[in-house]
């Protein structure tokens, strides 16, 4: 029950963060070149998607044994989470700039509008219109990272469904609040949540993969949360640890 409930907090969070990036992406593609035609490239990546979930969500968990799954899953986790793990410290310790939705905003923005410039006054086929195309990947891009975790998540908990939904729910909150407002979404503390679940996922990939091989966990489903906390405390440790590396490179250079 703990694992599952934390596979749908994981899920719900880590969509969250995508479905934003992507939001970002959509607008800057609509104010830079039409609404219209950066909700065409949105939906028409969403319609790939929602073919390419179904058939992977079928293959994983009709047709491969759950020892398999597990095994994969796991690892995939435990790669993808380590990613994100590692950005976040690097963020925490001030070795990388935090995620700014406005920069990137900014970037995209000016980046379409350039080549919107280029085709300016000329008859241009909706694919190849840089509004659509820009949003297709963009929403194509964040929405598979989404299907690849919720899939993960879900086919490990065997509870696909509900995982799919904590994922569905982010997703809709992020973009009614990004209809309403029309503005990238600022104010979500991004890089938290992705330092969380960061965390999450790595010790889901830890637990599952180890379930894979045939490792019994002591407290079974709950020993996750020591997974967590082991992973947690690493994170601050690290950080700590590379923030006074840098402090102690500044005060070097300075002298």
């Known amino acids: 029950m703990g694992a599952f409930v934390a596979a749908v907090l994981a899920a719900f969070l880590a969509s969250s963060v995508e479905a934003v990036e992507a939001l970002t992406i959509v607008l800057a593609a609509g104010y830079a070149r039409s609404f219209k035609v950066a909700l065409q490239g949105a939906f028409s990546a969403l319609i790939v998607l929602v073919l390419l979930a179904g058939l992977l969500g079928e293959a994983v968990t009709n047709f491969i044994p759950i020892r398999a799954v597990r095994i994969i899953v796991g690892g995939y986790l435990l790669i993808f989470g380590l990613g994100w793990l590692k950005k976040a410290i690097l963020r925490a310790a001030g070795f990388k700039a935090l995620h700014d939705e406005d920069e990137a905003f900014k970037e995209e923005f000016s980046r379409i509008k350039a080549q919107s410039e280029v085709v300016k006054g000329s008859k241009v086929n909706l694919l190849k219109d840089p509004g ?101 405390t690493a994170f601050f440790f690290v950080s700590v640890i590379l923030s006074r590396v840098k402090d102690v490179s500044k005060f070097v250079k300075s002298q």
């Open 132 to 232: 659509f195309n820009t949003a297709f990947k963009g929403v194509l891009l964040e929405g598979f990272e989404i299907i690849l975790i919720v899939i993960s998540l879900g086919s490990s908990t065997r509870k696909l469904l509900a995982v799919s939904l904590g994922a569905l729910l982010a997703v809709l909150i992020v973009g009614l609040i990004g209809v309403v407002v029309k503005k990238q979404l600022t104010k979500v503390p991004e890089n938290l949540i992705k330092a969380v679940v960061g965390v999450m996922l790595t010790s889901f990939g830890v637990f599952w993969a180890g379930q894979g091989v045939g490792v019994h966990w002591y407290l079974n489903d709950l020993f996750l949360l020591v997974l967590i906390g082991i992973n947690i």
